[in-house]
C-alpha cells in the first residue's frame, strides 16, 4: 500500500511559479513511476510529468515543456513539481500518482493561476 500526500498549491499570478511536492509512504520499489496529473474544470484529467523513482526515465507534456520540471528526492520519499512561468490555462488541481502493477493517486491540490 502506497500512500501519496500533495502540498505546494496556491494562487499565483500569470508568470510566477510554484513547486508542488508529493510526499509518498508505504513501500515504494525502485520500479514505481512516479507521476504528476491534472485536472481542470469540467476537463479529463491529463498526464503532466512523469519520474522513474530509480531515475531519470522523465517525460512531459507538450504544453508545460521547457517550463514545469519533474524531480524526486529518495531519501526523503518526495517527488516535486517545479512550475515556472505559470500560464491561466495551467489552473486545475495536480494529483500525485504513483504506478506498478497498481495505481495509487494522491487526493491533490489546487493551483490557480490569475491572469
Known amino acids: 500500500q502506497v500512500q501519496l500526500v500533495e502540498s505546494g498549491g496556491g494562487l499565483v499570478q500569470a508568470g510566477g511559479s510554484l513547486r508542488l511536492s508529493c510526499a509518498a509512504s508505504?513501500?515504494?520499489?525502485?520500479?514505481?513511476?512516479m507521476s504528476w496529473y491534472r485536472q481542470a474544470p469540467e476537463k479529463e484529467r491529463e498526464f503532466v510529468a512523469g519520474?522513474?523513482?530509480?531515475?531519470?526515465?522523465?517525460s512531459y507534456a507538450d504544453s508545460v515543456k521547457g517550463r514545469f520540471t519533474i524531480s524526486r528526492d529518495v531519501a526523503q520519499n518526495t517527488v516535486y513539481l517545479q512550475m515556472n512561468t505559470l500560464k491561466a490555462e495551467d489552473t486545475a488541481i495536480y494529483y500525485c500518482?504513483?504506478?506498478?502493477?497498481?495505481?495509487?493517486w494522491g487526493r491533490g491540490t489546487q493551483v490557480t493561476v490569475s491572469s
Open positions: 500518482k504513483a504506478q506498478y502493477r497498481t495505481s495509487y
Open positions: 508505504g513501500r515504494i520499489f525502485s520500479n514505481y513511476y
Open positions: 519520474i522513474n523513482w530509480s531515475g531519470p526515465g522523465i
